[in-house]
């Protein structure tokens, strides 16, 4: 069964910094990409960051470019997002998602990621 199990959001002023983790199991994870997706109430997910199964290629979200990294530890089978400068505008759930095709390389498409995680909330004071 595979497993996605995400930490480390919570309440910070804007221009603070935030580090979120996603651990995976069940799932042979350094064949698969990876991304962070996040969804305000009443939007449609959308995709923030992109890595490649083995880490060479990223995609960002414009709205988070120069401010989020995408990063993985497949030694350790976990992904990581760590955010700076944060605005209001990112207050959201945050999810990752693992890719559904081997040696995937990054998809902002909703529909590439089988497997989510459960969501961690990030809100952003101003």
């Known amino acids: 069964q595979v497993q996605l199990e995400e930490s480390g959001g919570g309440l910070v002023q804007a221009g603070a910094s935030l580090r979120l983790s996603c651990a995976v199991s069940?799932?042979?994870?350094?064949?698969?990409?990876m991304a962070w997706f996040r969804q305000i109430a009443g939007k449609e997910r959308e995709c923030v960051a992109s890595?490649?199964?083995?880490?060479?290629?990223?995609y960002y979200a414009d709205s988070v470019k120069g401010r989020f990294t995408i990063s993985r530890d497949n030694a350790e089978n976990e992904v990581t997002l760590q955010m700076s400068s944060l605005e209001p505008e990112d207050t959201a759930v945050y999810y990752c998602?693992?890719?559904?095709?081997?040696?995937?390389?990054?998809?902002?498409?909703?529909?590439?990621?089988?497997?989510w995680g459960q969501g961690t909330q990030v809100t952003v004071s101003s």
């Open positions: 890595i490649s199964y083995n880490g060479r290629a990223k």
């Open positions: 998602a693992i890719h559904n095709d081997t040696w995937s390389s990054v998809s902002l498409w909703a529909k590439d990621y089988d497997y």
């Open positions: 069940g799932r042979i994870f350094n064949r698969y990409g």
